[in-house]
C-alpha cells in the first residue's frame, strides 16, 4: 500500500474528528468529542420542554437514546485513540509489514480499505435522512427554556442543527471503529487465501509453519487491540435493547414513527455495528480454523503420492474466487512441486498437523474465541433476556 492510501486514511480520520497526531489536532478532536457527546445531549435533555404537546407528539424515549448514543460514542473513541497513541496509524492498519504480502494481497487490501468506506456511508446515508425527518418534526413542537426561559426560534433551529450534528458525529465514530476492525480481518482473509496458495506449491514444513505463526500473530494482535471495545460494545448493546424493550413494554402511550423514530435509527445503527463486527471476526475464524482440515489433506496426498488427476479442482477456484460462502471446503487444487517419502519428513507433516489441530486461530476476546458457538450463544442469551422481560412485562399489566 503506498503513502498517499495512508495519507487519505489520516485525511478521513481528520475529517470524522479523530486525527490526534499533532498537539493542535488532538486538543480539537477531544474538543469536538466533549462538545458532541456531553454538551449538546446535556442542553437539550435539561432545558427541553414540550409542556403544550398533546400524547401524539411527546418524545418518550428522547434521553435513553441521547445518553446511549453518547456511551457508544465515548467507548469507541477513547479505544481508537488509545490503540492510535500507543501504536500509530500504521501499525494500527497493520502496514508495518505490508511489504512482505505479495501484491496481489497488497492490491486487494487496497480495494477493501476503498470498499470499507463506501459501506460507512451506505449505513450512514439512509439512517441520517431518516433522523432528520424525525428532528426537523421534533424540534416543530419542543422549545428550550434557556438561558432566559423563553422562548427564542433562532436557538431552537441552532439547537436543532447542533442536536442533527451530534448524531451523525456519534453514529460516524462507532461505526468507523466497526468498519475499521472488519477492514482488519478482511485482510487477514486474504492472506488465508495466499496461504493455501503455499501449501499447494510447496511441501517445506518449515515455511507453511513460519507463515501459519504469522498468520496467528496478526489475529492475536488484533484480538488483544480491539477486544476491550468489542466485550463493551456488546455488554452496551445486551443492556440497550432490553432496556429499550422493557420501556416499550411498560409505556401507555401509543407508539408511532414519530415518537420512537430516532429510538429505531439509534437500534438500526447499534446493531449495523454489532453485525460488522461479530460477521468479521466469526468470519475469519471460521477460515482459520478450517485450515486444519487443508494441511491435513495436504498431509494425506504428499503422503500417499496421488496422481493428480485424482484431486478435486474446483473447490479451491470457489475460494480463491473471493466466494462469501462460509461452507466452501478449502481443498488443494494441484499437487504439491515434490514428493519427499522420507521419515523425517513424514514426522515434520505430522507434528505440523498435530500443532494446527490443538491451537485455537481467529480472533478471541480473553481467550474466549468467536466462532459459531459464540454466535449461538449471543443469541441464546438474548433470546432468553428477551423473553423474560416480555413475559415479566406483559403478565404484570
Known sequence: MSGDEIQRFRAVLFFLGLDQSTTGRAVCSWTLFVFFTAVVPAVETLWSSCETCDEERRHPFHRLVEYGQSAFAAVAFLCLSTIIQKFGLRKVLLLDRIDEYSV???????????????????????????????????????????????????????????????????????????VLFRLLCSLQLLRLREYIKLVEGTTDVLVILQEHLRIREQLSIISHRFRVFLVLSIFLITFSQ???????????????????????VCSAVQLS?????????????????ELNSVVTQWHAVVTCNYKPS????????????????????????????????????????????NYLQHSKSGISLFGYTLDRGFLYAVFGIELTLTTFILGETLLHE
Open 104 to 178: 496481489e494481497v497488497r492490491r486487494s487490501y487496497e480495494v477493501e480499505l476503498n470498499n470499507s468506506f463506501k459501506l460507512l456511508l451506505w449505513i450512514l446515508l439512509p439512517c441520517f435522512v431518516v433522523e432528520l425527518t424525525h428532528k426537523i418534526w421534533l424540534f416543530r413542537y419542543i422549545y428550550f427554556e434557556f438561558p432566559f426561559h423563553m422562548r427564542d426560534p433562532l436557538f431552537d433551529i441552532f439547537m436543532c442543527a447542533g442536536n442533527v450534528l451530534a448524531w451523525l458525529y456519534k453514529s460516524t465514530v462507532f461505526l468507523f471503529v466497526c
Open 273 to 289: 455495528g454489532f453485525v460488522i463486527c461479530v460477521y468479521g471476526a466469526v468470519k475469519i475464524t471460521h477460515r482459520a480454523q
Open 242 to 264: 432490553l432496556y429499550s424493550l422493557l420501556v416499550i413494554s411498560d409505556s401507555q402511550d401509543t407508539l408511532h414513527f414519530m415518537s420512537a423514530g430516532d429510538l429505531l
Open 310 to 353: 485424482m484431486y478435486s479442482a474446483e473447490p479451491a477456484q470457489t475460494l480463491q474466487g473471493g466466494s462469501s460462502d462460509l461452507e466452501a471446503p478449502l481443498i488443494p487444487s494441484k499437487r504439491p512441486a515434490q514428493n519427499p517419502m522420507s521419515i523425517e519428513e513424514f514426522y515434520k507433516r505430522e507434528s505440523l498437523v
